[in-house]
């Protein structure tokens, strides 16, 4: 099966994830209290994206904790990018209203 | 397409996220824009997201109610209170996340920010400076506009990707 980035960020849920553990690691648990589905089910997406090697486990105690790979997700700086994005099409639309505006009068 | 470029800079230490623009249109135009909600209707919400006001009361003291109504149907309502308004130049508002009848949700982020409006040569440039409690919220912030940008840029995403997978 493909374990790539490009499986790691083609689900919603994993990408949520990313986003999630992006500002901090995180256990299992509180991963899944972001989500309305079974820890299973969670589970099942972290072991993709440890497959894909976006995220490393690590123990600190008993606990074990879910990391952003800093290298991969160089990435992580770049997120900006969608929210960057959904700006530029909300003041694309506002271009287009203000053509509209202007030429009213 | 305009050749405007739309600048987003973050900065977790201070807590705060400017999104700056520039508009071919003069300053009267564009603050009309941000303050008229069936002009703000038109453009708030990311394609194929859309705003959708229920109440507007553009004054110190006032709010924006709105939804953002997704291309299922799904609404997520907010609430921009206005604290201070100084006309053609900017305002203060307050970012909540609310319920349909304005009830605040305090278990999402709140932000202050201010809009700014400024002359340029040939147009006008409009500064959003957000301000937020906690660094998780900023993070919040922009994993949220990741939800309804995902929509539009997940082609630029890969491409950002891929570029990455190969210098790494």
């Not at chain 1, 079974?38 to 490393?56: D, G, M, N, P, Y």
């Not at chain 2, 937020?132 to 995403?157: H, P, R, S």
Request: aromatic share 10%; hydrophobic share 35%; glycine share 4%.
């Amino acid at each position: 099966m493909r374990r790539d980035v490009f499986q790691a960020i083609a689900d919603p849920t994993r990408r949520a994830i990313i986003g999630i553990i992006a500002m901090s690691a995180m256990t299992p648990n509180a991963i899944a209290e972001h989500f309305d589905m079974s820890r299973q089910a969670v589970s099942k997406h972290l072991k993709i994206l440890t497959e894909c090697q976006l995220v490393k486990q690590e123990q600190t105690g008993r606990e074990i904790y879910y990391h952003l790979q800093p290298k991969k997700m160089k990435v992580v700086a770049d997120f900006i990018e969608p929210y960057r994005q959904m700006w530029e099409t909300k003041f694309d639309q506002l271009d287009k209203v203000l053509t509209k505006l202007k030429s009213k009068k | 397409m305009s050749n405007n470029k739309t600048e987003v800079v973050k900065n977790f230490k201070e807590k705060t996220i400017i999104v700056s623009r520039e508009f071919d249109a003069p300053i009267e135009k564009v603050w009309q824009a941000y303050t008229d909600s069936s002009i703000l209707d038109q453009w708030w919400g990311p394609s194929p997201w859309r705003a959708e006001t229920k109440k507007m009361n553009f004054k110190a003291g006032g709010y924006w109610l709105y939804a953002m109504v997704g291309p299922e149907g799904q609404k997520h309502w907010a609430r921009m209170n206005y604290i201070a308004i100084d006309h053609l130049k900017g305002y203060d508002i307050e970012d909540v996340f609310c319920d349909e009848e304005g009830n605040l949700n305090s278990d999402l982020p709140v932000s202050r920010g201010r809009m700014s409006f400024s002359r340029t040569s040939d147009g006008t440039r409009v500064e959003f400076k957000m301000t937020y409690a906690t660094e998780t919220d900023v993070q919040k912030i922009v994993d949220m506009g990741f939800e309804q940008g995902i929509t539009v840029c997940l082609d630029q995403l890969e491409q950002l990707l891929k570029k990455q997978v190969v210098t790494s």
